[in-house]
Each structure stands twice: as C-alpha cells, then as structure tokens.
C-alpha cells in the first residue's frame, strides 16, 4: 500500500516532497516509512494531546528523487513478497 500510495503522490500527482507526521511512540509506523526512503526532519516535543498526556510527534519527509532512487529496490521487495505469498497460497491449496 504504502508503494502505491509513493507512486501515486510522486507519479501521477507529481508532488515534490510527501510529508508525515507520526507520533513518537509509534516505531514500527517510523521505520516502516524508513524504508521507504523517509527522513526524519523533525521532532516536535509534546506536540500532541494523547490520553491525559502530551506526545512528541516525529516529521519525516522523501522528496522525489529519493523517492526514484528507493523505488527499484522496493518494487523488487514488493514483487518477492507477492511471490512468496502466491507460492504459499498454491502450496495450501494443493494440500486442502
């Protein structure tokens, strides 16, 4: 989803720069864009109202050209993991 979604932003709506803002306890989301090609730009300390306390809130960004030069490498994790899974799913079937 979140190839499709680059693709998207930078290929067809021709943006510049994406950006995002992630709260700061949330990992797995900030090394998720990582790989991506994100950057971290910013930390925004207590920035954000959470249950009964403020949250700092991480801003990363990926201009275009990062982005291309991500791509490759991603499409071809993408494509390897659609493989396994087709893989996985014929194996299942083939054992029902």
Do not use: S
């Not at 306890?25 to 090609?37: A, T």
Request: aromatic share 12%; hydrophobic share 40%.
């Amino acid at each position: 989803m979140e190839f499709l979604a680059l693709d998207y932003a930078f290929d067809v709506i021709g943006l510049h720069k994406l950006n995002c803002d992630v709260l700061a306890f949330n990992q797995p989301v900030i090394r998720l864009h990582e790989k991506f090609g994100f950057k971290l730009e910013g930390h925004f300390r207590e920035q954000h109202m959470g249950e009964n306390q403020f949250v700092d809130i991480y801003r990363l960004g990926i201009l275009a050209r990062e982005w291309q030069n991500t791509r490759q490498a991603m499409l071809a994790r993408v494509i390897q993991k659609l493989n396994r899974r087709i893989t996985n799913n014929e194996y299942r079937n083939h054992n029902c």
